[in-house]
Every structure is written in structure tokens, then in C-alpha cells.
């Protein structure tokens, strides 16, 4: 059987990807961001709205950036259909130019499918979906741009990091109106469109990486459903026929040195 070493995973919305100035990572304490007040609250009620969702499903039309060898920039897409079930289901899929992925979590598990290929990784997680991402985080350098929205803490995890934020104005996506937010970090500036509706979901996620001359990384969400009919069988992994399945090392564990022989 076949050991991999995972380098980084995109998951929530279900996308693999490394980059670390993108990535998902857990609050830390720092000097309060200097967010406008107009800002803070459209983002906490977009924040609330979510966590309060028991179940959901969406789907979401995803591009990325991408710079070539040569150092001509092009552009990947994917269209992604995801579903969360709190406090402890999700299931994300997604279909384009470079990948054919599945993602699912059952409470005790996160399997890892790659279509294209046929094989899969399977890693044990806590029984919760905070932890589980967590876990995943900290043992397994699992990366996601989108990941914070999940969260329960979801505030906090936006805004980790945040040196500024403020209130763009009203837009629309996709004929929806919208609250047009926008942050900026060290590395990394974002913008957030947020539904000016008694259901404030988020309708457009872009991040732009300033340290990779602007590459960019957007996310539209097309469709979302606050109220699906989700059985436990929509988050239970079935390995496909032939899929062969492989092991994975954790990210942070260094490789074991080989014991030199004794000289006699």
C-alpha cells in the first residue's frame, strides 16, 4: 500500500490546494482590527446566520488563479455542491478543469476521494465538525479557503488576522442584493458579499494574494437550500469500484532517521 506525505487540502467547499496565504487557520489573539462598525455587524450577522443553520446545502461556481512556469497567469474553474449537517456531517463535491474530488466526514471519519485517479485516503476526526476541521488543521495541514464559514466561531476565524475592514456598499450577485464587504490582512486582501435579506447568506467570496502579484481565488454560490432532506446516507463514504485506497503521514511528522549499524 502506497504511504503520501498530505501537503494541503482544500475542503470546505472541497477544492485540494496548498497555498498558505489562502488557508484556514485558528484564531489567535492579536490587536483588534480596525473594522467600521457598519462592516463588523453585516459580517457577525452573516456569521450567526450560519452557525444557527442546522443543515444546508450549496452550490457554488469556483475560479483560481494560476501561474505558470513561464509566468503567464491562467485561470481554473470548478463548479462544487456541498452539504453540512451539524453537529458532526459534511459532504463536499466538486467537477473542473483540474479535478473530480469528494470529500465526506461521518463523525468519525474524513475520506478524501480523488475521481480522476481512483483512490482515497481515509483519516480519523473527533466527532464534531470544529474538531474535525481542527484536527485536520493541526495534524494534517489541512488548508481551506472557505473552511472558516463553517465554524461555529466563524467571527472569530474571519477576522483573525484582519487589519482593517469596511463597508463597500450595496451590489448585486446574480440579481441578489447584496452588503459588499471588504478586508484587508498582511498578506492577503478579501472582499465578501453578504445577502441583504432576513437571510444574510454569503453570495460571492474573492481572496486576493498580494504576495503572488494578485493571483486571485473567487467563489459564487448559486443555490443554496437551508432546509434539505439530508440521510445519513448522503454522508456515508462507499468506495468506488477498483479505488484503491492509500495512506497518508501527517504533515508535521518528520520522516524516521535510519539507525546506522555499529562499527565492530
Not at 470548478?78 to 470529500?103: H, I, Q, T, W, Y
Not at 481551506?144 to 456598499?169: M, N, R
Request: proline fraction near 7%; charge should be positive.
Amino acid at each position: 500500500m502506497r504511504c503520501y506525505a498530505m501537503i494541503g487540502i482544500f475542503i470546505f467547499f472541497c477544492q485540494l490546494m496548498s497555498p498558505p496565504a489562502w488557508s484556514a487557520a485558528a484564531p489567535k489573539k492579536a490587536e483588534v482590527p480596525d473594522i467600521e462598525p457598519q462592516a463588523g455587524a453585516v459580517l457577525k450577522q452573516m456569521c450567526d446566520y450560519l452557525k444557527n443553520l442546522q443543515q444546508f446545502s450549496v452550490q457554488a461556481e469556483i475560479t483560481e488563479d494560476v501561474r505558470l512556469t513561464s509566468g503567464q497567469k491562467i485561470q481554473y474553474g470548478k463548479s462544487l455542491e456541498a452539504a453540512v449537517r451539524r453537529p458532526d456531517r459534511f459532504r463536499a463535491e466538486s467537477v473542473g478543469d483540474a479535478d473530480n474530488r469528494l470529500l465526506v466526514y461521518d463523525g468519525k471519519t474524513i475520506t478524501l476521494l480523488d475521481r480522476s485517479k481512483n483512490f482515497y485516503t481515509t483519516i480519523a476526526a473527533p466527532p464534531e465538525i470544529d474538531a474535525a476541521l481542527e484536527h485536520g488543521v493541526q495534524a494534517f495541514n489541512l488548508r481551506a479557503p472557505l473552511a472558516d464559514l463553517i465554524y461555529t466561531e466563524a467571527y472569530q476565524y474571519l477576522t483573525a488576522g484582519v487589519i482593517s475592514g469596511f463597508y463597500a456598499g450595496l451590489s448585486k450577485v446574480q440579481g441578489v442584493p447584496c452588503h459588499h464587504l471588504a478586508f484587508t490582512q498582511k498578506d492577503i486582501d478579501w472582499q465578501i458579499w453578504v445577502e441583504n435579506s432576513p437571510t444574510p447568506a454569503p453570495r460571492k467570496f474573492l481572496i486576493t494574494d498580494k504576495t503572488a502579484q494578485g493571483l486571485q481565488f473567487t467563489a459564487v454560490f448559486t443555490k443554496w437550500d437551508t432546509s434539505p432532506q439530508s440521510a445519513d446516507a448522503r454522508f456515508t463514504f462507499v468506495a468506488p469500484e477498483k479505488a484503491e485506497k492509500i495512506d497518508i503521514l501527517p504533515a508535521a511528522a518528520p520522516a524516521s532517521p535510519k539507525k546506522k549499524e555499529k562499527k565492530r
